[in-house]
């Protein structure tokens, strides 16, 4: 079956759940070879590409070894999509966090006002805050280093997308996580600047909440918030997010570079 992105190399980080499969997917349905990267190879592999790689993003050496055995496989690669993320870490003061939430809305369900802070900050350690800036910029940085790579020495246009979220604007959401979102933005302009002599786009979607398993450990009542703020009345679908990211990286989105595309159902205007 022919699509628009047919005969194109692709390759997708945290590709094994969710939105990473989703992509992964769509862009298999528009005719692109894809490697699956993951940290969980079988994950990977379920995930439908044509290679499934395990690679953990915070390693340097990995993340080159994965970007090289796809260009192998492939003999070319045109498409790179950073979407391995992560919401929490070891240390990151989440536990303390929830914690604090759940004994807030006991005590609002009971007298109707609460004295207690939900606090993430004041418990989060460095190593907390770094597990996700790791991961979420880290991975990001280190993708687009060696995809860029390959295809300097292919002499060979390409794109790349980046998956931020609609809290790098709102604000919603933990410290790090937040904070790392607003990054990969920084990041995809600047790269956008300086790649685009090399023919090279650099874009980034910002899905809204989306229903991937990552929800599975947000409590109920924070899931029913977030939904109730969003005028279409419910969490975006993998697929939907897909679909952006497979815009952005075919020639429909020839002239687009250094943009964000939000897909949020118009929860927040960035």
Known sequence: MSGKLQGRGA?????????????????????AQVAALDLNLDDAAQSGGTLALQCDVTNADAVAEAVA??????????????????????????????????????????????TVFVDQLIHMEDRGWA?????NVGGAFRLAREFVRVL????????????????AQSGEGSP?????????????RQLARELAPRKIRVNAVAPGPTNTPV????????????????PLGRMAEP????????YLASDDASFVNGSVLVANGASYYF
């Open 176 to 188: 790090h996580y937040c904070a790392s979102k607003a990054a990969i933005i920084g990041l995809t």
């Open 131 to 135: 597990g996700v800036m790791d991961v």
């Open 239 to 246: 697929a939907e997010i897909a679909a952006a990211v497979a």
């Open 11 to 31: 390759i997708v980080t945290g590709a094994g759940r969710g939105i990473g499969r989703a992509i992964v997917e769509r862009l298999m349905q528009e005719g």
């Open 215 to 230: 929800m599975q450990g947000i409590p109920d009542e924070w899931i029913k918030s977030m939904e109730a703020s969003i």
């Open 152 to 167: 300097a020495r292919d002499g060979n246009a390409g794109t790349i997308v980046n998956i931020s979220s609609t809290s």
């Open 69 to 114: 055995k796809a260009r192998e496989a492939f003999g070319r690669l045109d498409i790179a999509v950073a979407n391995a993320g992560i919401g929490q870490a070891e240390g990151d003061g989440s536990p303390q966090f929830y914690g604090a939430m759940a004994e807030r809305n006991a005590e609002l369900a009971e007298k109707g006002s609460s």
